[in-house]
């Protein structure tokens, strides 16, 4: 811990330094010790990042707006390779010597970059993952041959895609990159750092390949994230400390913990407190409390509601060029609040966060006034699930606490978004007091957070959802569409395929267990595993059989598109997802043609 302490006091202390600056003389400066504390006071732990090179300023700005490179999260994941101070003596040179010509072009700035920082992902190291066995028992109950390929190739890329953070011999807060302790799996590509809600399915997928080792560094250092911040940001960078993502620790180490039978108590010990936090965290600053009209009964739910007013360095320009819409600063900081919030949901971007009156023009977007049933579903299980964690302990008040709280939110979720006409749950928009009846595969979360035996809802019912959704969950060669609606911009619609949605959708299926849920269901998870076992096979040649983050529900075997940046391999979470199913529908996968 000692490590991971030192190294983050100074990342925060570089990254608020711009702040301080404002606010104080040097003296001052250093008489702050405890710059991470200093850091939860300004904001409980989401004060965000200052950091003059990465988060902010005229560097920054500059490269970004000129489109040094193609891909905005590039520049911000360059280590320097020279302080900060140097660096902008430097780039004030450039400045001055390219003032004449209306500043530095994209070649200028191309070859001031070279010089003085690393290439992206310089600090980041791939390294062998210590308990990865060429044989993992989980083969042996796959029946399709073809399948038993699959799977050991989907197995083998966790030795690629393993990574440490190596920051020695780089400078004092040269680099944007969060330590941490222990090895991670990435998801891949452009993403070379770890995330938050990626591992909880790349999680799934190492417990399934017999690497709890792995599996649980990767949960300390999430709760060493929580320990330092107060909560797990979206992803292993500083720029990324503005905001979370979908809360899924709680959920990561109740699958650690099955997945070792519940031997595993004095891990529980120790990382129960931590659940308890980032539960707290949660509830802290990111709840709404809504009024029922008819009742006059108040209710708490959440929702994600960062806090920013800027552009997301990692997607500087995209942002910046979105908000010229905007004349008034008050338009603008909710435009990047809601953005942010957006990229919070996972779901960035998605016609469920856009104005139901413009809902795929992206800078209509209005996060921040959206409740949303997939959080609450979340969040929901959390609370089951702590309230069993804590009897498992054997703290009874908490377990009441949770249980309690998980009672809150069913009633209030049947109040805000359940549609007793279509059987569904969907999302509330504040500004407009109105649901979006639309289709979104997460209008049926809350059936894989089980809320069906808090309501009495019975598989007659539950049947009749899935009959009534006939459309979405059979009519597609390539899965479950995520919603019907389509734009380019919003890579969360329309046709594109998302593994973790395609996960929660065959658990919510599988999970009544009725003759009509398991026939739908077992029909979903054979076409999705066929057109991932397609896309892997027609590119097993040329690529090592790839693995898309996302595919398209017309095509087998063809990744999805649109969005902000180009359809990424590797991929964690499809890893993740699939390996799950191979193990537990293993026999019984029927592989559809190519
Ligand atoms: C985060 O939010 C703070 C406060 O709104 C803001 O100053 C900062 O620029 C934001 N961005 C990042 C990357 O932290
Ligand atoms: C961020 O950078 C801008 C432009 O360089 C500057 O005006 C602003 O003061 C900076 N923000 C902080 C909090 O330092
Ligand atoms: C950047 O994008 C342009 C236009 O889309 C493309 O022609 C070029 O090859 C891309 N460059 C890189 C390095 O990807
Ligand atoms: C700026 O110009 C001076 C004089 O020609 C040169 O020595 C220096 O290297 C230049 N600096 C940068 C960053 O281009
Ligand atoms: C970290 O990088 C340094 C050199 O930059 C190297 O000497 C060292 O072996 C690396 N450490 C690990 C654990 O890979
Ligand atoms: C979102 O957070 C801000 C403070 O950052 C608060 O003013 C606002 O009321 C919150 N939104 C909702 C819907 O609660
Ligand atoms: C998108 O929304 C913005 C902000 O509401 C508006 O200014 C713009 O005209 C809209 N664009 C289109 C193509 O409708
Ligand atoms: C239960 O947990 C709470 C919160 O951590 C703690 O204050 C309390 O002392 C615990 N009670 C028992 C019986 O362990
Ligand atoms: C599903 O129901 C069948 C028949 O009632 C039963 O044999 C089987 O164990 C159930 N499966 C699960 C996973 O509960
Ligand atoms: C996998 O691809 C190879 C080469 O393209 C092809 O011959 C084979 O039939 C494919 N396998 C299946 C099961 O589709």
């Known amino acids: 811990m000692d490590f991971l302490n030192k190294k983050i006091q100074k990342i925060l202390f570089i990254c608020i330094l711009s702040f301080l600056i404002v606010n104080l003389t040097k003296s001052e400066i250093n008489e702050i010790k405890d710059v991470s504390k200093f850091l939860i006071k300004s904001g409980g732990g989401t004060?965000?990042?200052?950091?003059?090179?990465y988060c902010n300023g005229t560097l920054l700005k500059t490269i970004q707006l000129t489109q040094v490179f193609n891909d905005s999260k590039t520049f911000v994941d360059m280590p320097m390779r020279t302080t900060i101070e140097n660096i902008n003596e430097l780039f004030n040179q450039l400045l001055l010597n390219t003032s004449k010509n209306g500043g530095p072009n994209k070649e200028e700035l191309a070859a001031f970059l070279s010089e003085n920082f690393y290439p992206a992902g310089y600090e980041v190291e791939p390294v062998t993952p210590v308990d990865w066995v060429p044989n993992p028992s989980f083969l042996d109950e796959i029946t399709d041959p073809n399948l038993v390929d699959f799977a050991r190739s989907i197995h083998g890329k966790w030795l690629e895609l393993t990574r440490i953070f190596n920051t020695s011999g780089l400078c004092d807060g040269c680099y944007s990159s969060i330590p941490v302790n222990n090895p991670f799996v990435i998801a891949g590509s452009r993403f070379r750092e770890f995330y938050y809600w990626d591992s909880y399915w790349i999680i799934q997928g190492l417990l399934v390949s017999d690497m709890t080792t792995t599996a649980k560094g990767m949960l300390r250092n999430f709760g060493d994230m929580i320990t330092e911040f107060g909560f797990i940001p979206n992803g292993g960078r500083i720029y990324y400390?503005?905001?979370?993502?979908?809360?899924?620790?709680?959920?990561m180490v109740n699958k650690y913990f099955e997945a070792t039978n519940g031997s595993d108590i004095e891990f529980l010990q120790e990382i129960l407190p931590i659940l308890d936090q980032e539960y707290q965290w949660w509830m802290t600053h990111r709840t709404t409390e809504l009024t029922n009209g008819e009742t006059g009964e108040s209710v708490i739910l959440n929702l994600y509601n960062v806090s920013?007013?800027?552009?997301?360095?990692?997607?500087?320009?995209?942002?910046?060029t979105d908000a010229q819409s905007f004349s008034n600063v008050e338009q603008k900081d909710y435009f990047y609040s809601s953005i942010a919030s957006g990229a919070e949901s996972g779901w960035d971007f998605s016609s469920r966060w856009m104005s139901p009156y413009d809902n795929t023009n992206l800078t209509t977007i209005q996060t921040v006034d959206v409740v949303p049933v997939d959080l609450n579903s979340i969040l929901y299980l959390n609370e089951k699930i702590l309230s069993s964690f804590h009897r498992t302990l054997g703290n009874n008040s908490m377990a009441i606490y949770y249980q309690a709280q998980s009672e809150s939110r069913v009633d209030a979720m049947q109040q805000v978004f359940f549609n007793e006409d279509t059987y569904q749950w969907n999302d509330y928009n504040l500004k407009t007091s109105t649901n979006n009846d639309a289709w979104y595969t997460s209008n049926i979360l809350p059936l894989f957070a089980d809320i069906q035996s808090s309501i009495d809802m019975d598989n007659q019912e539950i049947d009749?959802?899935?009959?009534?959704?006939?459309?979405?969950?059979?009519?597609?060669?390539?899965g479950v569409p995520t919603s019907l609606i389509s734009a380019q911009s919003l890579q969360w619609d329309g046709l594109n395929v998302w593994p973790p949605?395609?996960?929660?959708?065959?658990?919510?299926?599988?999970?009544?267990?009725?003759?009509?849920?398991?026939?739908?269901?077992?029909?979903?998870?054979?076409?999705?595993?066929?057109?991932?076992?397609?896309?892997?096979?027609?590119?097993?040649?040329?690529?090592?059989?790839?693995?898309?983050?996302?595919?398209?529900?017309?095509?087998?075997?063809?990744?999805?598109?649109?969005?902000?940046?180009?359809?990424q391999n590797g991929f964690g979470w499809t890893n993740g997802v699939d390996l799950y199913l191979l193990k537990k529908y293993g026999k019984s996968i029927t592989l559809n043609s190519c």
């Not at 087998?556 to 598109?561: A, E, F, L, Q, S």
């Open 308 to 320: 920013n007013n800027s552009p997301r360095p990692e997607s500087y320009y995209e942002d910046f």
């Open 464 to 478: 009749l959802i899935f009959k009534s959704l006939a459309n979405v969950l059979i009519a597609y060669p390539g």
């Open 47 to 53: 004060g965000g990042c200052q950091h003059p090179i």
């Open 241 to 251: 400390l503005n905001r979370s993502q979908p809360p899924l620790f709680t959920q």
């Open 501 to 567: 949605l395609q996960y929660w959708i065959i658990e919510s299926i599988m999970t009544p267990n009725t003759t009509f849920s398991n026939m739908i269901g077992k029909n979903l998870i054979d076409r999705w595993i066929t057109t991932n076992f397609c896309g892997w096979n027609s590119t097993l040649e040329s690529e090592g059989g790839m693995m898309f983050e996302k595919y398209n529900a017309n095509f087998i075997g063809v990744p999805g598109g649109g969005g902000e940046y180009v359809v």
